[in-house]
C-alpha cells in the first residue's frame, strides 16, 4: 500500500508535527554520517588499534572501547570529542536543506550532537536585524546541569530547536562534565531515565516541553537506536503506555528498524517507514512540490568551478520556496537533462570563461534542447566573468539567433536571486509577489526624496506604491494615509530630519505594525539625522547606514537592497505560530 503523503504534510502545514533529528539523516555524503566520521576522529585521537575500531560506527561504542582501555578516560572522553565537534563541517548537508524549508515545522528536537541543523535554519530564516528577536532559539535537556527546555521563553515568531542529548557547545568554556552531553550509552539511558521520571512526574522544569510534546505529532527521522532503546524513547516521548488511547501519534523513518521493532510499534499504530531516513525527507519534499497548484522550478546548469557561486544562489532560492534542479556540465549529459527541462519554468546557464572554454560544446547542445522544449520554459543567461562578450570565447556568438529571456552580467547572488524571482512573477508563478503594496512615508516637504523612491519602485514591475500625495480632494490626509498604512504589505519610510519632526503620528503607526509583525517596516535614509533613537531597530538602507543625499549611485544600490529585503521577506512567509 503506498504511503499517504497528503496527510502527513497537511498535518505538518498545520504545526502539528515536532522532527525528531537523528544521526542517520545527518548524511554528509553517501555512506558516511556525520556520527560516523565523529566517531572515527575521537577513536583516532585515542590511537585506538584499527582492529578494534573496525566496527564502530558510533561514537557511544568508541566511548566504550576507550572505556576499557582506561575507565580514567572518562573525563578526556567528553574533552576530545567536545574539540572534535569544534572542528567537524560546519556546512549544513543537503537533506537538512530541504528539511527546513517544508512549511510548517515550528519546533525541533534533535538528538545528534551538532549544530547543522540550526545552521540550516538560520540559512533558511536569517537574522537581518540584531536588534530584532531572534529567528531561531535553541534550547538544550541536561536535567544535571539544570538545563531545561521552556519553549513559553521563545519569541512566538522564532523557530525552536531543542537538543535533547545535551549541551556539547558550552559557552562559558568550561570542561565538559559528566551528564552535559551524550556521549556513552550509559549517558543515554540515564537521560531518558530522568525524562520518563520528570514527565511522568509532571516535574514544574519539564512541564513546558511536556505540553509541547504531548499537543504534536512526532517524526522520528534516523535516531539510529537499537532495539530496545526505541521502544523506550518512543514510549517516553508519547508519554502513555503503549496500547492506551493517544490524540497524537508518531511515525517512524528508520531503516535500522529490525522486524520484531517494526511488528511491535505497528501492533500500536505507529508506522516505520524502513527506507533511509534521507530518501524519505527527499519523498516528502517532492510530495509538497507536487502538491503545489503552480510550478515553479528552475534548473541551474554551471561547471564544477563556479559551484561557489551557484551554491549561493540555490541556497536563497531553496529559502523562497522556489523549486530547483542542478546540473553540473561535467557529470550530466544532455539525455538526463532533458526529462527535468520538461519540469521547469526557467534555465538559467551560468557561463564563465571556464565554462565556456571546457564545456562549450556541451552548453551548445544544451541549449538547442531548451529551444526544443515545448511551452512557456524561459531563460535567463548569466555571464559570470568579465571580458566575455568579445573574443573567441565570446557569449554573443553562442547567443546569436537564439531565443533569450534576458542576460545578465556579473550579478551578485542576491541580485540573480532576484532576477529569477522577478521572471517568475512575471510569469505569473509566484502568488506571493504579485500586486504587492508598498507605502512611502515621507515629510510632505520632502518631494524630490518621493520623486526619486517612487521612480525606483517603478523598476518593481511586481508591486503598486502609495504616497499621501494621492490622498483624494477633500479627504481627512491623517485617516486616508493610515488606512493605506494598515492596507500594505511594506512601509518605507524616507528618513530626514523633516520626517521625524512632522510626521509623527505616521512613524508611530509604523511602529505599531512592526511591533505586531504584520508588516515589513523598513527606512531608506536621505539625508544626515538623529534617527537611530526612535527608529534604530528597522531596518535600515544604504546597508551602511550611510544616507543617500544626491548621489545617483547610492540611490541605485540602496534601491537594490531594499528589493532584495522585500522579496527576502515575502516569499520567506512562514505558517502560523505553534
Given at each position: 500500500m503506498s504511503f499517504d503523503w497528503s496527510a502527513l504534510l497537511s498535518t505538518i502545514h498545520q504545526g502539528k508535527v515536532i522532527p525528531v533529528i537523528g544521526r542517520d539523516l545527518i548524511e554528509l555524503e553517501a555512506g558516511q554520517t556525520f556520527d560516523r566520521r565523529l566517531a572515527a576522529e575521537v577513536a583516532a585521537r585515542f590511537n585506538l588499534p584499527e582492529s578494534e575500531t573496525a566496527n564502530l560506527h558510533a561514537i557511544e561504542d568508541v566511548a566504550a572501547a576507550v572505556l576499557r582501555q582506561d575507565p580514567e578516560n572518562l573525563p578526556a572522553l567528553y574533552s576530545t570529542t567536545r574539540e572534535v565537534l569544534a572542528e567537524m563541517p560546519a556546512q549544513p548537508p543537503q537533506v537538512l536543506r530541504d528539511l527546513v524549508a517544508i512549511s510548517g515545522f515550528r519546533v525541533f528536537l534533535t538528538t545528534t550532537l551538532d549544530r547543522l541543523l540550526v545552521q540550516a535554519l538560520q540559512e533558511r530564516y536569517p537574522q537581518n536585524n540584531p536588534d530584532a528577536p531572534p529567528t531561531v532559539v535553541e534550547q538544550w535537556y541536561a536535567p544535571e546541569h539544570g538545563l531545561f527546555p521552556n519553549p513559553s521563553l521563545v519569541p512566538k515568531s522564532a523557530i525552536l530547536v531543542i537538543?535533547?542529548?545535551?549541551?556539547?557547545?558550552?559557552?562559558?568554556?568550561?570542561?565538559?562534565?559528566?551528564?552535559?552531553?551524550?556521549?556513552?550509552?550509559?549517558?543515554?539511558?540515564?537521560?531518558?531515565?530522568?525524562?520518563?521520571?520528570?514527565?511522568?512526574?509532571?516535574?514544574?522544569?519539564?512541564?513546558?516541553?511536556?505540553?509541547?510534546?504531548?499537543?504534536?505529532?512526532?517524526l522520528l527521522l534516523g535516531c539510529g537506536f537499537p532495539d530496545w532503546l526505541m521502544r523506550f524513547g518512543v514510549r517516553v516521548l508519547r508519554g502513555k503506555r503503549f496500547g492506551a488511547p493517544a490524540e497524537h501519534v508518531a511515525q517512524l523513518a528508520e531503516y535500522t528498524a529490525a522486524e520484531p521493532l517494526v511488528a511491535f510499534l505497528q501492533q500500536y499504530g505507529i508506522e516505520v517507514h524502513t527506507a533511509s531516513p534521507v530518501d524519505f525527507v527527499r519523498n516528502l519534499v517532492a510530495a509538497e512540490e507536487g502538491g503545489r497548484q503552480l510550478r515553479h522550478r528552475v534548473m541551474l546548469a554551471n561547471s564544477a568551478a563556479d559551484d561557489p557561486f551557484c551554491s549561493q544562489v540555490a541556497q536563497l532560492l531553496t529559502r523562497w520556496n522556489i523549486g530547483i534542479t542542478r546540473v553540473q556540465w561535467e557529470n550530466t549529459t544532455v539525455p538526463a537533462v532533458r526529462p527535468l527541462l520538461a519540469g521547469c519554468a526557467l534555465h538559467i546557464p551560468l557561463l564563465s570563461n571556464a565554462a565556456l572554454s571546457t564545456h562549450r560544446r556541451r552548453i551548445e547542445d544544451e541549449f538547442k534542447e531548451v529551444e526544443r522544449q515545448p511551452g512557456d520554459l524561459s531563460q535567463v543567461v548569466v555571464q559570470i566573468d568579465e571580458g566575455m562578450l568579445n573574443g573567441p570565447l565570446a557569449i554573443n556568438n553562442l547567443l546569436q539567433g537564439r531565443k533569450v529571456r534576458s542576460k545578465s552580467v556579473r550579478p551578485t547572488a542576491q541580485g540573480l536571486a532576484v532576477e529569477i524571482a522577478e521572471q517568475l512573477a512575471k510569469a505569473q508563478k509566484l502568488p506571493n509577489l504579485s500586486k504587492v503594496h508598498i507605502h512611502c512615508v515621507h515629510a510632505p516637504s520632502d518631494q524630490e526624496a518621493l520623486r526619486r523612491t517612487r521612480d525606483l519602485l517603478k523598476q518593481y514591475k511586481?508591486?503598486?506604491?502609495?504616497?499621501?500625495?494621492?490622498?483624494?480632494?477633500?479627504?481627512?490626509?491623517?485617516?486616508?494615509?493610515?488606512?493605506?498604512?494598515?492596507?500594505?504589505?511594506?512601509?518605507?519610510?524616507?528618513?530626514?530630519?523633516?520626517?521625524?519632526?512632522?510626521?509623527?503620528?505616521?512613524?508611530?503607526?509604523?511602529?505599531?505594525?512592526?511591533?505586531?509583525?504584520?508588516?515589513?517596516?523598513?527606512?531608506?535614509?536621505?539625508?544626515?539625522?538623529?534617527?537611530?533613537?526612535?527608529?534604530?531597530?528597522?531596518?535600515?538602507?544604504?546597508?551602511?547606514?550611510?544616507?543617500?543625499?544626491?548621489?545617483?549611485?547610492?540611490?541605485?544600490?540602496?534601491?537594490?537592497?531594499?528589493?532584495?529585503?522585500?522579496?527576502?521577506?515575502l516569499l520567506s512567509a512562514r505558517q502560523a505560530n505553534i
Open positions: 537538543h535533547l542529548f545535551g549541551r556539547p557547545f558550552n559557552p562559558s568554556g568550561a570542561p565538559p562534565l559528566p551528564g552535559e552531553f551524550v556521549v556513552t550509552e550509559a549517558d543515554r539511558l540515564e537521560l531518558f531515565h530522568q525524562l520518563q521520571a520528570q514527565l511522568a512526574s509532571n516535574n514544574r522544569e519539564v512541564r513546558e516541553l511536556s505540553d509541547l510534546l504531548r499537543s504534536h505529532d512526532l511586481w508591486a503598486t506604491a502609495t504616497d499621501r500625495t494621492e490622498a483624494p480632494p477633500g479627504a481627512d490626509v491623517a485617516a486616508w494615509v493610515a488606512n493605506q498604512m494598515n492596507q500594505a504589505q511594506v512601509l518605507l519610510l524616507l528618513v530626514t530630519a523633516r520626517l521625524l519632526a512632522d510626521a509623527e503620528n505616521e512613524i508611530a503607526i509604523a511602529l505599531q505594525l512592526q511591533e505586531a509583525r504584520s508588516h515589513l517596516v523598513v527606512l531608506l535614509l536621505v539625508e544626515a539625522c538623529d534617527w537611530q533613537p526612535t527608529l534604530g531597530a528597522l531596518d535600515s538602507f544604504p546597508a551602511d547606514q550611510s544616507p543617500v543625499n544626491q548621489n545617483s549611485q547610492m540611490w541605485t544600490a540602496a534601491s537594490a537592497q531594499l528589493r532584495f529585503r522585500v522579496i527576502d521577506h
